[in-house]
């Protein structure tokens, strides 16, 4: 398995069905790309604009400040507290850690990456850079024996989904059991529109009620 064995990216593919559902008067309802319309916030421009004068590199796991603003948000915001500087490290995405993660843990031919059933899609790609079996699979006991490495996501893409304290802990339960990493891709936690996400905090996997 190389590189340029990658199947053509889920976009790609739907891209002739997208130009066929456009010759139908009303076109289409787009949903294939969540890509942001909005305008930047001033407070965000101000900070870039004052950050620019930043003439050395930076270091890969971040400046202390970096770091600490990290841990607080986790604290304030997540229901996370104890984390240390060792627990943080900032990317410049979380695609970039969702396709490397696999081959950053040394996974290979034979090991198995599970991720949710409709999922982002580059959950399978970085299991697939690395030589690893993507594996389709919500339910913890659906997850084989001997998997290597899990991918959560909750608040899901594309369902929506959010899995409770009870939920969470019951796929902490499952990794252990077969010797997994899991991995909780919680992009969406602030995003709690519905009863009860929309008062309630969205339970990280680092929650103490749930780790
Ligand atoms: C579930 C999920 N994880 C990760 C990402 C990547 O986000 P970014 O690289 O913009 O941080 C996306 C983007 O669509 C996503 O839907």
Redesign the pocket.
């Known amino acids: 398995m190389s590189i340029n064995d990658l199947d053509d990216y889920p976009w790609d593919k739907v891209t002739p069905y997208r130009e066929r559902a456009e010759q139908h008067s009303g076109g289409i309802c787009d949903l294939s790309i ?1 890509s942001p319309t909005d305008p930047t916030p001033q407070i965000i421009r101000d900070a870039l604009v004052e950050a620019t004068d930043a003439h050395a590199y930076p270091t890969a796991a971040g400046s202390p400040e970096v770091r600490a603003a990290i841990r607080s948000w986790y604290a304030r915001r997540r229901g996370v507290t104890g984390l240390t500087d060792n627990n943080v490290i900032p990317t410049i ?4 850690l ?1 396709a490397l993660l696999p081959t950053l843990l040394g996974l290979g031919e034979g090991d198995v990456v599970v991720h949710p059933r409709a999922a ?1 899609p ?1 959950y399978e790609v970085g299991a697939r850079v690395a030589g690893a079996a993507p594996v389709a699979a919500a339910d913890p006991d659906e997850w084989p024996e001997g998997t290597k490495l899990v991918w959560i ?1 909750s608040p899901g ?1 594309p369902d929506g989904r959010v899995r409770g304290v009870a939920e969470l802990r019951r796929a902490v339960e499952r990794a252990r059991e077969i010797g997994a990493v899991i991995a909780s ?1 919680e ?2 936690a602030e995003l709690g529109w519905d009863a009860p996400w929309d008062t309630e905090t969205i339970p990280s996997i680092l929650d103490p009620r749930v780790a």
């Open positions: 969540g995405g979380s695609k970039e969702v982002y580059t996501n893409n891709d992009c969406y």
